[in-house]
């Protein structure tokens, strides 16, 4: 396509449930990062894959949280059990190559923990 | 101390006026520097781009790296309301590695007409 799409664009849940995000990059990028944007915070770094690899996942904050992605197109970030502090927007940004200066932001799944 | 310090305002200033946002950061490893706009219930957008340090202008928006003080700043000339919105800072220590950014608090800019 021609942008990142996100899907939802705004998740109520509550606590204790699984949450799926979903990532739709754009066609052609190899690289996808998965950013964590809390209320007056910068953007905190999740995951970065490569292809279907994911060489960094040092930005997880915990077990609770994986992603994937398949085809070297589609990812999804999966929260499990999820807890109030997981409520923030999740950002997800695709570039050619990894390069850090050329990445496509989606404009987010708003996720609200209740 | 996080690695990328930026005030996050807000900042509110009258249409015309020139505006002056600034970063500092903590890892002299980081050589690519990045400015992004951030409107409401919408994603970060490439604003500027600087690698090293040094100056960049385009257009309204001039962009200096200064790293021996290891301090970024972008100054938007003429500001107009619709540049009302974040400004975040954004660095990165490689190229075609992982592509990692470091990622300011975010600026709120509020432009008065």
């Known amino acids: 396509g021609a942008g990142v799409s996100q899907s939802p664009s705004n998740k109520v849940t509550e606590k204790g449930k699984d949450v799926e995000l979903r990532c739709d990059p754009i066609?052609?990028?190899?690289?996808l990062y998965w950013y964590r944007q809390s209320l007056g915070q910068g953007l905190e770094f999740l995951i970065y894959?490569?292809?279907?690899?994911?060489?960094?996942k040092s930005g997880l904050p915990s077990d609770r949280f994986s992603a994937e992605r398949t085809g070297g197109s589609v990812s999804t970030l999966t929260i499990q059990r999820t807890q109030q502090e997981d409520s923030a927007v999740y950002l997800c940004?695709?570039?050619?190559?990894?390069?850090?200066?050329?990445?496509?932001f989606g404009s987010g799944t708003r996720l609200t923990v209740v | 101390q996080k690695e990328v310090e930026q005030d996050p305002g807000p900042l509110s200033v009258p249409e015309g006026a020139i505006v002056s946002l600034n970063c500092t950061y903590s890892n002299s490893a980081f050589q690519y520097f990045m400015w992004y706009r951030q409107y409401s219930r919408k994603g970060p957008e490439l604003l500027m781009y600087t690698y090293s340090s040094g100056n960049k202008e385009d257009g309204r928006f001039t962009a200096q790296v200064d790293k021996s003080s290891k301090y970024i700043s972008l100054f938007i000339r003429d500001s107009q309301p619709s540049d009302s919105a974040t400004y975040l800072c954004a660095m990165s220590a490689t190229y075609a590695n992982t592509g990692k950014l470091i990622f300011g608090q975010g600026t709120t800019l509020q432009v008065k007409p």
């Open positions: 940004a695709s570039s050619l190559n990894g390069q850090g200066y050329g990445y496509t």
């Open positions: 894959f490569q292809g279907n690899s994911a060489p960094d």
């Open positions: 066609s052609g990028h190899t690289a």
